[in-house]
């Protein structure tokens, strides 16, 4: 095969990698365009084009992270990862370590990890290289990259999120809120909630947001319940679509553009949070992406005008 093909065959493995150790499309996709010019300006063929690529995308992600990790500490409200619709890297091998990691929640519980802990952590756990690999990518022994998962499964395993197995059992679920969201139905929405079920809004302070998260579900039922159908009024809709694995929707105004994007957490047949991202600079790679202050507007003038 050409150095093209040899790429592009093993595209969806680097962009995977990148994601789960970026948390970001743009910055996954950034890294991939990275590694080809390198493999493309590099005079020699590699014994294993996976691994040099592989090795390559690694440690272009973890000096990204290394930076990206400065920003972080200046966002404005709670960070998240941006939604990722599909995953390219399927592996039916690993499918439930390829699932598992791609979720939020587990995407949030990586950030406790140093950069090489973070990478050391995935590329063993979920993408199953060997030691010796893994060594190579990060540039450490492998007595390190062994001390490194320990540190790193110990962090994992103190809050690894815990999702229901069943995935039709999820997906029925889901079905239930939001066609409860649709029609402002508040008690069938309380009854699909954890009792600490907590809602949680990113926008990066680059559109509205929840002041805090809000907690109880009583609470988010009835926020729920309330401000959808204000939203109905102004023609805003969603389409159920899975985002980083797990149930969830794409919010659209009407004009078709990306409002915000909503994802489930499902545990014991109840939903335990609720995160949308709603930061324009995160959905971008969805679609034309809506103005949310200007929804936001509009929402608040129908709510001022007499019944």
Known sequence: MSKVEEFEELRPLLFSIAYRILGSVSEAEDAVQETWLRFDGSSTRPTSTKAFLSAAVTRISIDVLRSARVRREEYVGPWFPEPLLNDPYQDPARSVELADSVSMAALLLLERL???????????????????????????????????????RRHMEDGRPRFAADRQERQELATRFFDAL?????????????????????????APQLARAVVG????????????????????????????????????????????TMVLDVLDG????????????????????????????????????PN
């Open 270 to 305: 109840q939903i335990q949070t609720i995160r949308s991202v709603i930061n324009p600079d995160k959905l971008g790679h969805i679609g034309p992406v809506a103005d949310a202050w200007a929804v936001d507007r509009e929402v608040k003038q129908v709510r001022r005008q």
């Open 217 to 260: 579900a009583k609470n988010v039922a009835r926020l729920l319940g309330t401000v959808y159908p204000w939203l109905v009024r102004i023609d805003v809709s969603f389409e159920p679509h899975e985002v980083n694995g797990q149930p969830g929707a794409i919010f659209r105004d009407r004009d078709g553009k990306v409002l915000h």
């Open 182 to 206: 649709q029609n402002g139905d508040v008690a069938g929405l309380q009854n699909l909630l954890a009792a600490d079920v907590q809602m949680v809004g990113d926008g990066g302070g680059k």
């Open 114 to 152: 140093s950069p090489l802990e973070r990478a050391v952590f995935l590329l063993r756990e979920v993408f199953a290289f060997g030691f010796d690999e893994v060594a190579a990518a990060v540039g450490r022994s492998e007595a390190a990259c062994r001390q490194l998962l320990v540190r790193a």
